[in-house]
């Protein structure tokens, strides 16, 4: 939720109030197709609810009246008055149960609204491209949608009903009012009038308090993170960062008390104030109604029932004015569900139709002409006029110091961005003009922040290729081609180990041994082009040598693109290009460009010394 600034003027807030019912119709339609029998069953009850405290009411002014003029009038009047308060209690029954067949509805709608809208939140995550993920502000509305998708959608729509069922309720208070004295009723509105206001103000600064409050909420859940992560655990202990997290931590939580607590106060201050203010408006009426009363004006039971209509009346304006206030802050949080929803994607479809699809197996081209690219809202180009070709079956390395543009090209080849300027081809076709789908799936990828899987070993891998999960052949195949079949081999049971610490009886392996898993998932599927982003970073030099004659064996028809830090991998590659500040500075085979005296040659004979003074 983006911070605002605060609404200055009387236009401002009305503009705000627009908002808050704009929401409203995509809200109740998403409210009915989660449940639409449930949703009627709502709406019904709500309208039983509404008119029953008026009916008891009245009833209650019957027996007072009754009584009053049966004192002493023998059996006829008390069986009157007896069926009366049998009436009474039937309706307090039927009150009490739709109290209860509300609560077990909302209850039961709670929980379908929640699903149908996390399941809305996480399909359009599916549509979401890298760049969307990438993006702070819309990562920031995913995590808000997702946050509060059990809980405020459906508090919105209650609301809106519990004012729906405060409006019946109160219009039939005023018919009764009406007709015992017309005034109280003004009297009523007026009183509320000031109650209206500051109620409204109120939910609007604690709403604003929450909204600013956004980014310094993420700050706090992090710094909460940090403290709690496995992964960050060595780090805490060794810097000794506790206490300064914690530090942070409990500073950031003061002020948010400190905030909280002005406004609680101020909402005290008013809400005595105004309390005050109705009390006294009612204690007025009753000192009015009860002379009206004591001179025989009005029966007593139209004291009584006087009496319990402006009192549940007020009530009923005060249920009205908190639903405001909730409803206020429940149709902001829709706004940033339906801002999140309504994120353009589909910038990755096919420029035609039907897309374009390059023969399957080997013998592509991969070609980048002219290609750069800055990240959104970058100056800074990433990759400037890139232009490669590679052949079927080449071996090309890429190399460069951090932040030379390495993975970024690979983000462009597997279409997770599009180039600022110039084209991709595959197989001679643009990438433009293929199926997202279809590309990727001719790529193989070891990524340098591959993902650990909390599943078994035997699922690690099948997920390369999803349809084959569970074909146990298939998947021995491929850990034996990525070099970990011996690794699975010692597990306690195999493939079918479970992995990861955060379930039960996980197995936790070593780095090397996860990125094994990794490789072997990247020859689960029948790639035509191999990436492999740093794959042998946590890989011992052994088990790098082998990989790498793998390699050059089983993958001697695809393409295959390797970016790494070590040249002694570096070198084994047909080409070799030099990236530097996003441009492609050498590029040829390790000799040639050792004989250029370049970049290339600086620095592998960096490393070489390296090697070798040690
Ligand atoms: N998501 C992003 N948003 C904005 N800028 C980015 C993003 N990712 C990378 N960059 C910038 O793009 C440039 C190239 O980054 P890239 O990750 O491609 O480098 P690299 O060569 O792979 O580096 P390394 O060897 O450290 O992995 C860097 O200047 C980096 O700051």
């Not at 309208?47 to 009038?73: E, F, N, R, Y």
């Amino acid at each position: 939720m983006a911070a605002s600034s605060p609404p200055s003027s009387l236009k401002d807030r009305l503009k705000n109030a627009g908002s808050l019912f704009r929401q409203l119709p995509g809200t109740f339609r998403i409210f009915w197709e989660s449940s639409p029998r449930g949703a009627g069953v709502l709406a019904l009850l709500t309208l039983m609810a509404a008119v029953l405290p008026a009916s008891i009411a009245w009833v209650g002014k019957l027996i007072v009246d009754g009584v009053v003029a049966g004192q002493g009038g023998g059996e006829a009047a008390r069986h009157r008055v007896l069926e009366l308060v049998a009436l009474e209690l039937a309706l307090m029954l039927v009150s009490v149960t739709v109290e209860r067949g509300l609560a077990l509805t909302r209850e039961l709608l709670r929980v379908s609204l929640g699903n149908l809208l996390n399941e809305r939140i996480l399909q359009k995550a599916l549509t979401l491209e890298l760049r969307h993920f990438e993006d702070s502000d819309t990562y920031d509305k995913m995590q808000n949608a997702r946050r509060e998708a059990a809980t405020r959608p459906l508090s919105l729509v209650m609301e809106a009903f519990s004012i729906i069922r405060n409006l019946v309720t109160l219009s039939t208070y005023a018919v009764m009012l009406v007709s015992l004295s017309p005034w109280s009723v003004a009297v009523l509105v007026l009183a509320s009038i000031p109650a209206f206001i500051a109620e409204a103000r109120m939910a609007e600064e604690g709403f604003r308090l929450h909204s600013w409050r956004a980014p310094e909420r993420r700050k706090l859940a992090y710094l909460e993170w940090i403290l709690t992560r496995d992964n960050h655990v060595k780090e805490v202990k060794l810097f000794g960062l506790g206490p300064m997290v914690l530090d942070r931590y409990q500073s950031l939580h003061w002020k948010f008390f400190s905030e909280e607590k002005g406004l609680s106060i101020r909402r005290m201050a008013w809400g005595l104030g105004l309390g005050a203010l109705a009390l006294g408006a009612f204690y007025g009426c009753y000192a009015f109604i009860a002379g009206r009363a004591t001179l025989g004006h009005i029966s007593v039971g139209d004291m009584v029932l006087y009496l319990s209509l402006f009192r549940g009346g007020q009530t009923a304006f005060q249920g009205i004015l908190t639903s405001l206030g909730s409803m206020y802050e429940g149709a902001l949080y829709m706004s940033t569900l339906f801002a999140y929803l309504d994120i353009p994607t589909g910038s990755e479809t096919p420029r035609v139709m039907p897309a374009l699809s390059p023969q399957r197996g080997p013998g592509n081209t991969l070609e980048l002409r002219n290609v750069s690219f800055r990240y959104p809202g970058k100056e800074a180009w990433a990759l400037r006029g890139v232009s490669l070709r590679l052949e079927p079956g080449e071996k090309l390395a890429l190399v460069g110091e951090n932040g030379a543009g390495k993975t970024t090209l690979v983000k462009l080849l597997l279409r997770m961005y599009e180039p600022t300027e110039g084209d991709i081809f595959y197989g001679g076709v643009n990438v433009k003009d293929m199926d997202p789908e279809d590309l990727r799936s001719r790529f193989g990828a070891v990524f340098q922040d591959f993902v650990r899987y909390q599943f078994n070993v035997a699922e690690n891998i099948g997920l390369g290729h999803v349809q084959s999960i569970a074909d146990r052949e298939r998947i021995r195949h491929a850990a034996e081609q990525g070099g970990a079949h011996g690794v699975i081999e010692d597990l306690p049971q195999k493939y079918d180990t479970m992995l990861g610490g955060w379930f039960d009886k996980g197995f936790e392996l070593s780095g090397g041994q996860w990125q094994k898993l990794a490789v072997a998932r990247a020859f689960m599927r029948e790639a035509e082009v191999l990436i492999l982003d740093e794959p042998t970073a946590s890989i011992d030099a052994e088990s790098e040598h082998a990989l790498f004659e793998r390699f050059q064996a089983l993958a001697a028809n695809r393409i295959t693109l390797v970016i790494s830090h070590r040249f002694s991998t570096v070198r084994m590659a047909d080409r070799i290009a030099v990236l530097h500040n996003g441009q492609v500075e050498e590029l040829g085979n390790h000799s040639e460009l050792m004989a250029r005296e370049g970049r290339y040659a600086h620095l592998f004979n960096l490393q070489a010394r390296g090697y070798q003074t040690n």
